[in-house]
Protein backbone atom coordinates (compact mmCIF):
# COMPACT_ATOMS: atom_id res chain seq x y z
CA UNK A 1 0.00 0.00 0.00
CA UNK A 2 1.41 3.22 -0.77
CA UNK A 3 -0.10 5.47 1.23
CA UNK A 4 0.56 7.56 5.06
CA UNK A 5 -2.28 6.66 7.65
CA UNK A 6 -3.25 10.07 9.57
CA UNK A 7 -6.08 11.07 12.13
CA UNK A 8 -8.38 12.73 9.71
CA UNK A 9 -9.86 14.95 12.35
CA UNK A 10 -6.03 16.13 12.13
CA UNK A 11 -6.32 17.38 8.40
CA UNK A 12 -7.18 20.48 6.37
CA UNK A 13 -10.45 20.87 5.15
CA UNK A 14 -9.98 20.04 1.55
CA UNK A 15 -8.75 16.28 3.13
CA UNK A 16 -11.99 15.99 5.20
CA UNK A 17 -14.61 17.30 2.27
CA UNK A 18 -12.90 14.40 -0.03
CA UNK A 19 -14.15 11.91 2.72
CA UNK A 20 -17.42 13.54 2.91
CA UNK A 21 -17.80 13.17 -1.23
CA UNK A 22 -16.22 9.36 -0.71
CA UNK A 23 -19.19 8.26 1.34
CA UNK A 24 -21.45 9.71 -1.42
CA UNK A 25 -19.61 8.19 -4.27
CA UNK A 26 -17.82 4.89 -2.72
CA UNK A 27 -21.04 2.79 -2.31
CA UNK A 28 -23.02 0.38 -4.63
CA UNK A 29 -25.11 -1.48 -2.16
CA UNK A 30 -26.49 0.68 -0.01
CA UNK A 31 -25.73 3.97 -1.46
CA UNK A 32 -25.39 5.05 2.00
CA UNK A 33 -25.03 8.59 1.51
CA UNK A 34 -26.80 10.53 -1.20
CA UNK A 35 -26.19 13.90 -0.36
CA UNK A 36 -22.73 16.09 0.72
CA UNK A 37 -24.84 17.34 3.22
CA UNK A 38 -25.61 13.77 5.17
CA UNK A 39 -22.35 12.53 4.34
CA UNK A 40 -20.36 15.67 5.79
CA UNK A 41 -22.67 15.23 9.07
CA UNK A 42 -21.74 11.01 8.98
CA UNK A 43 -18.46 12.11 9.05
CA UNK A 44 -18.24 14.84 11.60
CA UNK A 45 -20.48 12.30 13.93
CA UNK A 46 -17.18 9.65 13.66
CA UNK A 47 -14.83 12.47 14.37
CA UNK A 48 -17.08 13.88 17.30
CA UNK A 49 -18.04 10.79 18.93
CA UNK A 50 -15.29 8.04 17.67
CA UNK A 51 -12.32 8.15 15.57
CA UNK A 52 -11.38 8.40 12.02
CA UNK A 53 -8.12 7.43 10.36
CA UNK A 54 -7.38 8.73 6.61
CA UNK A 55 -5.13 6.96 4.13
CA UNK A 56 -3.23 9.59 2.36
CA UNK A 57 -1.46 9.80 -1.00
CA UNK A 58 0.20 13.74 -0.60
CA UNK A 59 -3.30 16.24 -0.99
CA UNK A 60 -5.16 12.93 -2.37
CA UNK A 61 -7.83 10.65 0.42
CA UNK A 62 -7.57 7.25 -0.80
CA UNK A 63 -9.84 6.08 1.90
CA UNK A 64 -10.75 6.33 5.63
CA UNK A 65 -12.30 4.14 8.25
CA UNK A 66 -14.49 5.47 11.03
CA UNK A 67 -15.07 3.76 15.14
CA UNK A 68 -18.03 4.72 17.04
CA UNK A 69 -17.74 3.39 20.96
CA UNK A 70 -20.61 1.37 21.86
CA UNK A 71 -21.67 -0.76 25.73
CA UNK A 72 -18.86 1.94 27.19
CA UNK A 73 -16.06 1.43 24.90
CA UNK A 74 -15.81 -2.17 25.34
CA UNK A 75 -17.33 -2.89 22.05
CA UNK A 76 -16.05 -0.56 18.90
CA UNK A 77 -18.01 -0.07 15.91
CA UNK A 78 -16.23 -0.48 12.53
CA UNK A 79 -18.18 2.68 11.05
CA UNK A 80 -17.71 3.40 8.25
CA UNK A 81 -14.68 1.92 5.53
CA UNK A 82 -14.44 3.26 2.28
CA UNK A 83 -11.11 3.27 -0.22
CA UNK A 84 -11.74 4.83 -4.08
CA UNK A 85 -12.59 3.03 -6.44
CA UNK A 86 -9.70 2.95 -8.31
CA UNK A 87 -7.42 2.13 -5.66
CA UNK A 88 -9.39 -0.75 -4.58
CA UNK A 89 -7.94 -4.93 -4.10
CA UNK A 90 -4.91 -2.93 -3.48
CA UNK A 91 -4.48 -3.65 0.54
CA UNK A 92 -5.70 -0.36 1.67
CA UNK A 93 -9.10 -1.64 2.84
CA UNK A 94 -7.04 -3.97 4.60
CA UNK A 95 -4.70 -1.76 6.46
CA UNK A 96 -7.20 1.11 7.34
CA UNK A 97 -9.15 -2.26 9.05
CA UNK A 98 -5.80 -3.11 11.19
CA UNK A 99 -5.71 0.64 12.01
CA UNK A 100 -9.29 0.83 13.04
CA UNK A 101 -8.53 -2.61 15.59
CA UNK A 102 -5.15 -0.94 16.82
CA UNK A 103 -6.75 2.14 17.00
CA UNK A 104 -10.18 0.24 19.25
CA UNK A 105 -7.77 -2.25 21.31
CA UNK A 106 -5.88 1.06 22.55
CA UNK A 107 -8.51 2.55 23.78
CA UNK A 108 -10.21 -0.09 25.57
CA UNK A 109 -12.26 -2.48 22.97
CA UNK A 110 -13.01 -6.07 24.15
CA UNK A 111 -15.04 -6.62 21.16
CA UNK A 112 -14.85 -5.39 17.19
CA UNK A 113 -18.07 -4.78 15.19
CA UNK A 114 -19.75 -3.87 12.12
CA UNK A 115 -22.52 -3.85 10.21
CA UNK A 116 -22.26 -4.87 6.52
CA UNK A 117 -25.63 -4.18 4.09
CA UNK A 118 -27.54 -6.50 1.64
CA UNK A 119 -30.01 -4.24 -0.32
CA UNK A 120 -28.54 -6.10 -3.86
CA UNK A 121 -29.69 -9.40 -2.85
CA UNK A 122 -26.12 -10.28 -3.10
CA UNK A 123 -26.37 -12.78 -0.38
CA UNK A 124 -28.29 -15.97 0.33
CA UNK A 125 -30.27 -13.92 3.33
CA UNK A 126 -31.59 -11.24 0.46
CA UNK A 127 -34.97 -11.48 0.24
CA UNK A 128 -36.22 -13.94 2.20
CA UNK A 129 -38.19 -13.89 5.46
CA UNK A 130 -35.32 -14.73 7.60
CA UNK A 131 -38.10 -14.48 10.60
CA UNK A 132 -39.05 -18.48 10.10
CA UNK A 133 -35.66 -19.37 11.15
CA UNK A 134 -32.94 -17.40 11.54
CA UNK A 135 -30.02 -19.55 13.19
CA UNK A 136 -30.13 -21.62 10.09
CA UNK A 137 -30.34 -18.37 7.58
CA UNK A 138 -27.12 -17.54 9.28
CA UNK A 139 -25.57 -20.55 9.27
CA UNK A 140 -26.20 -21.39 5.35
CA UNK A 141 -25.29 -17.68 4.26
CA UNK A 142 -23.54 -17.11 1.57
CA UNK A 143 -22.32 -15.08 -1.72
CA UNK A 144 -24.16 -15.34 -4.37
CA UNK A 145 -21.61 -14.59 -6.57
CA UNK A 146 -20.93 -10.70 -6.42
CA UNK A 147 -18.42 -10.50 -4.21
CA UNK A 148 -20.75 -9.26 -1.30
CA UNK A 149 -18.38 -7.15 1.36
CA UNK A 150 -18.94 -10.10 4.41
CA UNK A 151 -16.39 -12.39 2.17
CA UNK A 152 -13.85 -9.40 2.66
CA UNK A 153 -14.62 -9.02 6.39
CA UNK A 154 -14.60 -12.57 7.19
CA UNK A 155 -11.02 -12.89 5.41
CA UNK A 156 -10.26 -10.32 8.19
CA UNK A 157 -11.06 -12.91 10.86
CA UNK A 158 -14.82 -11.56 11.39
CA UNK A 159 -17.55 -13.49 11.82
CA UNK A 160 -21.42 -13.21 11.73
CA UNK A 161 -22.72 -12.67 14.86
CA UNK A 162 -26.41 -11.92 13.70
CA UNK A 163 -28.69 -10.06 11.28
CA UNK A 164 -31.24 -7.42 11.44
CA UNK A 165 -34.17 -8.36 9.30
CA UNK A 166 -35.80 -5.99 6.95
CA UNK A 167 -33.10 -3.28 8.07
CA UNK A 168 -33.30 -1.08 4.64
CA UNK A 169 -36.49 -2.81 3.53
CA UNK A 170 -38.57 -5.61 2.92
CA UNK A 171 -35.86 -8.34 2.26
CA UNK A 172 -32.90 -6.25 2.83
CA UNK A 173 -31.05 -7.13 5.87
CA UNK A 174 -27.96 -5.71 7.97
CA UNK A 175 -25.45 -8.52 8.45
CA UNK A 176 -23.74 -8.18 11.42
CA UNK A 177 -20.28 -9.53 12.10
CA UNK A 178 -17.69 -9.52 15.04
CA UNK A 179 -14.30 -10.75 16.57
CA UNK A 180 -12.66 -10.37 19.65
CA UNK A 181 -9.99 -7.36 19.90
Known amino acids: MD ?14 HQ ?8 FDHPRGWSSIESATLAVERVIR ?31 PVVVRRDRRRSGIGRTLVAA ?29 HLYDDVPRHIA ?8 HPFLFYRRLGYVVTGVMPDANGTGMPDIYMSKPA
Not at 19 to 26: E, K, N, Q, R
Not at 57 to 64: A, K, T
Request: hydrophobic share 40%.
Open 3 to 16: ARLADLNAQPETIR
Open 140 to 147: QLHDLGSG
Open 19 to 26: ATVLLVDG
Open 49 to 79: EGFAIAALDGPCLLGWVGGLPEYEGRVWELH
Open 100 to 128: FEDEARRRGALTLTLGTDDTGGQTSIAGV
